[in-house]
């Protein structure tokens, strides 16, 4: 394994809307992840997990109302982004050890009965703990993402996959504000640059896309073994994509089609683009709500 970088604790000194305390969990190999533990430790919980290239920052609006219902909210920062260590070569990214990492995490906490809530990278590592860990699992809500298991890749993402790969800048604010229907503040533009502040600490955020199995992929095996658990799973899974993603839109369809939990599912459409939590957070959380509900996990009243 190469180097690591930490982000400097004073790039995240003026992020606004987010009064969360840090949390931190030392992974075997010795690698640091950031996670917020917000709301009542014997509440229900519930795991939020971002994508590329956003970290728990993505969060920040629907946490509060999820907490204020009585949940525990738990949302971590994937290896190579946000507060948690960052690989700084891109070969010392696989798809295999994000999920590991993140289940040693998960299992470390001895987490159970939680509702899924993710989009984007959160639903190729999220789906894979479901998978791995069904029983851990109290129900899922997806948005904007999916478990591909070798498909040819859409235009939009063949298109995001060059650019992650051969652009001479990557501005992770700017591509979150692209992929973003809401006019971000200068300053929230600056909190999804704030974990990146040199060109090495970038190197997760450029080697995601190329590791999405889509088309010929070393993951495949795995993604193909993860699906035939999810086909069995019954616990309720909702989808609520959004109406304005050129990359995942119709996605959706995969999952009601083949996953029975989805049968009782809470799913709906919400509005915005690609990165749903800063367009549309009542909808997701709302999602949430009723998935848990269904579930029977929901706070007591």
Known sequence: MGEIYRTPD????????????PNYFELTGGLRLHYLDEGPRNGPIVLMLHGEPSWCFLYRKMIPPVVAAGYRVLAPDLIGFGKSDKLTRKSDYTYAKHVGWMREWFEA???KNAILACQDWGSLVGLRMVAE????FSGVVLSNGGLPEGQEAPKAFAAWRRFSKYSPVFPIGRILQRA???????AEVAAYDAPFPTRASKAGARIFPSLVPLGENVAVPDQKAAWKVLEAFEKPFTCAFSDGDPITRGGDANFVNRIPGAKLGSHRTLKGGHFIQEDDPEGFVS????T??????????
């Open 10 to 21: 004073e790039r995240f000194a003026q992020i606004p809307d987010f009064p969360f305390e």
């Open 133 to 136: 860990m069904p029983d851990k």
């Open 292 to 301: 848990a509900r269904t579930a029977g996990v929901a706070p007591q009243a």
């Open 287 to 290: 999602a949430i709500f009723d």
């Open 109 to 111: 906490l001895g987490l």
């Open 180 to 186: 973003t229907k809401t006019e971000l503040s200068a």
